[in-house]
């Protein structure tokens, strides 16, 4: 109800900069086109410029770029990293994101400031770490050595990197969120007699279920397209540890532009659909957040 | 089922919310928690509910019917309770909001479906809410959700029903009619309900007892005659209700404040104490003559005759403000006018020396 009348007020009061305070003509559009000169030159062209690019030698080249062996096991480890590090990293939002909304304990400050720590630091020293930790020569590695686990320069050590530098986008989205829901749905359900897994099922996890697909849809772009952490760790074995955007590093550093471009299509399609998914969760949000009430009560009235 | 709670303090670290709380609460009865905001109120439902903890000392217990809960979990203490917010669960529909408490039971313990649809539509019917079934919380108003957190709570068949400021986010219209209704429910239901409040009207109205708090202490339970008339101390009387408030002195056994004299029989045995005398606006009379009577001078600055009764203000010597209220009837008999020189008179007052309550009452 609040709600509502506030969402009013702002729009009148929107109506109102527009009456009094707009600018004039010509800084519009100046600004407009600066906006959209840079839109262009960084999003579109580029775009435009991979799929022209790989589709160059006609389309008949550019699907047979996709029957090469390396190509397809490629293709396949990127959605096996993503299969892995997704689901374990939205484990891992959940988790991080109740704990830190939901109560109140010591540390909590720094919590948030560690899940923040992959945004912040090179996401090729995050790869480092680890080969300074699981390689022969780091800490772990000769204990690794000696029972033949391998890490670094292989699969785990991908999945790793990953997790690594993926992992603040669900908790990310979902802690401000769960923190402006508060708790007291949560205490309600407690109270009616619901167990703390039925409050979590039923009350917590379905106020958030939009949040949460916003986030698994960056952290899954995130995790398809990271280059830094995972190149050092890779080891770059064809057909083996090569991960997409290695594999189109690798291809057009052969010169091989059109199998490079392709898969490098592949990539930036996925992009595309996540751009759109991502517009439609956020619609979505919106439109549930923004729902008015059915029948208006008086007090409104009043208020605006 | 009735209520007691025993001894109970709760601080929030050096803040002491409540401050070794007794009360009790008969089977049956509608109880309010009748405080200003910080007062402790708010905190001493939640501890009975269970969902805030208490200072633990071996003293202290929360009883129903007699049986400690202190240690028991929240769910299991079967009590209804209504968030000033409502709390509804956003993503569920009115219908799956009320059948939420049943349908979370153990399969040992949950209704048939159709035992929880009867049930469902039977409070439905209850709130007046039935053709608005599958509506979302968000598609409501105001009153129409806090009915439906009502039902909700309901829906479990409590024992105890907790209600925390539960009109206290809709607006004057709405609250008047949902405060009839749910005094009325109460007398159809009959289960022991307590409810928090700073709205003073609101506890007089629907409340069969008021708990009067203040500073994470109870200072006095009664009905609502009960404290209204013979209030315990001036916080009581001044909270309930408005007062007009006179700083003064005991001397030779009378209480003296300014040209106004109050000599109660038997005298005062504490002379130079400060004194207070509290004056209910409407137990005052505004005289055009002092008449031989002890009444203090005052000048009229604002008379306000729209509404049920004529609010007067006036100033009295070393600008105290005073407030007079009178029936529109009277007013006619003997009209005033802004900037009139006259004297005003209790009819009642009650006298408070260092805070506590003389039998001082003066007709």
């Not at chain 1, 790869?127 to 204990?143: A, D, H, K, S």
């Not at chain 2, 968000?138 to 479990?156: D, K, N």
């Not at chain 2, 606006?281 to 004529?310: C, M």
Request: proline share 4%; glycine share 8%.
């Amino acid at each position: 109800m609040a709600g509502t009348a506030k969402s009013r007020l702002t729009r009148r009061r929107t109506a109102a900069t527009i009456a009094g305070t707009g600018d004039p003509a010509w800084v519009r559009w100046s600004i407009c086109l600066v906006s959209l000169a840079f839109l262009g030159l960084f999003l579109a062209v580029p775009l435009a410029a991979v799929f022209t690019e790989a589709l160059r030698k006609g389309v008949g080249a550019y699907l047979e770029s996709f029957q090469n062996r390396d190509a397809l096991a490629a293709i396949r480890l990127t959605l096996l990293v993503a299969g892995i590090a997704v689901p374990l990293n939205i484990v891992f939002g959940l988790a991080a994101s109740w704990a830190i909304a939901k109560f109140e304990f010591r540390g909590k400050s720094v919590l948030i400031t560690l899940i923040d720590l992959p945004f912040a630091v090179s996401p090729v020293i995050s790869g480092l770490i680890y080969v300074l930790l699981f390689g022969l020569q780091g800490w772990l590695g000769p204990w690794l050595a000696a029972h033949h686990i391998q890490i670094i320069f292989a699969v785990p050590g991908i999945v790793l990197a990953t997790i690594f530098v993926t992992f603040p986008f669900v908790a990310r989205e979902l802690i401000p969120l769960m923190q402006e829901q508060g708790t007291e749905e949560e205490e309600a359900a407690l109270v009616l007699g619901a167990s703390g897994w039925q409050t979590f099922w039923r009350v917590t996890l379905p106020n958030v279920k939009w949040g949460l697909l916003y986030g698994v849809i960056l952290c899954n772009a995130r995790a398809m397209g990271e280059f830094g952490a995972v190149s050092v760790v890779s080891g770059h074995l064809r057909g083996q540890t090569n991960t997409m955007p290695l594999h189109v590093e690798i291809l057009y550093n052969e010169y091989n532009f059109v199998a490079a471009f392709a898969v490098a299509s592949l990539l930036a399609l996925l992009a595309l659909v996540t751009l759109v998914l991502k517009a439609i969760v956020e619609w979505r949000t919106q439109r549930e957040s923004t729902e008015l009430p059915a029948s208006t009560p008086t007090s409104l009235q009043e208020v605006t | 089922m009735s209520i007691e709670v025993r001894n109970i303090s709760k601080s929030f670290g050096s803040f002491l919310a409540l401050d070794n709380v007794s009360l009790q609460v008969p089977d049956g009865e509608l109880v309010a928690l009748l405080g200003p905001s910080g007062s402790g109120k708010t905190t001493l439902l939640r501890i009975i509910a269970g969902l805030e903890a208490f200072d633990l000392t071996d003293e202290s217990a929360i009883l129903f019917d007699g049986r400690d809960v202190a240690r028991e979990a929240v769910g299991r203490r079967r009590v209804g309770f209504v968030f000033q917010h409502y709390a509804l669960f956003r993503h569920m529909t009115v219908y799956q909001n009320i059948a939420f408490g049943l349908r979370v039971r153990t399969k040992q313990t949950r209704p048939t479906k159709d035992e929880i649809d009867r049930r469902v539509r039977e409070l439905l019917q209850l709130i007046q809410l039935d053709t608005l079934a599958n509506r979302y919380p968000s598609q409501l108003s105001g009153g129409q959700r806090q009915r439906v957190a009502l039902a909700r709570a309901l829906a479990i068949e409590p024992k105890v029903l907790l209600l925390d400021e539960p009109f206290g986010a809709l607006d004057a219209k709405v609250r008047q009619g949902l405060r009839r209704w749910l005094r009325r429910l109460h007398d159809e239901i009959h289960v022991t309900s307590v409810f928090v409040t700073h709205d003073q009207e609101e506890a007089l109205e629907v409340a069969d007892r008021i708990v009067v708090m203040n500073q994470g202490r109870i200072e006095q339970v009664g009905t609502p005659d009960e404290v209204f008339h013979q209030p315990a101390n001036a916080f009581v009387m001044d909270f309930l209700g408005n007062v007009n408030l006179f700083h003064g002195r005991v001397e030779a056994g009378r209480a003296v404040f300014g040209s106004l004299v109050i000599d109660p029989p038997g005298g005062l045995q504490v002379d130079g104490e400060s004194a207070r005398l509290l004056i209910r606006p409407y137990d005052l009379e505004i005289h055009k003559d002092n008449r031989g009577q002890a009444g203090l001078p005052a000048r009229i600055t604002r008379i306000q005759s729209a509404g049920p009764v004529v609010k007067i203000e006036l100033v009295g010597g070393n600008d105290q403000p005073i407030y007079v209220e009178m029936a529109h009837d009277r007013f006619r008999q003997e009209p005033r006018a802004v900037g009139d020189e006259v004297f005003v008179s209790p009819r009642v007052s009650r006298l408070f020396v260092e805070d506590r309550q003389d039998p001082g009452e003066r007709e």
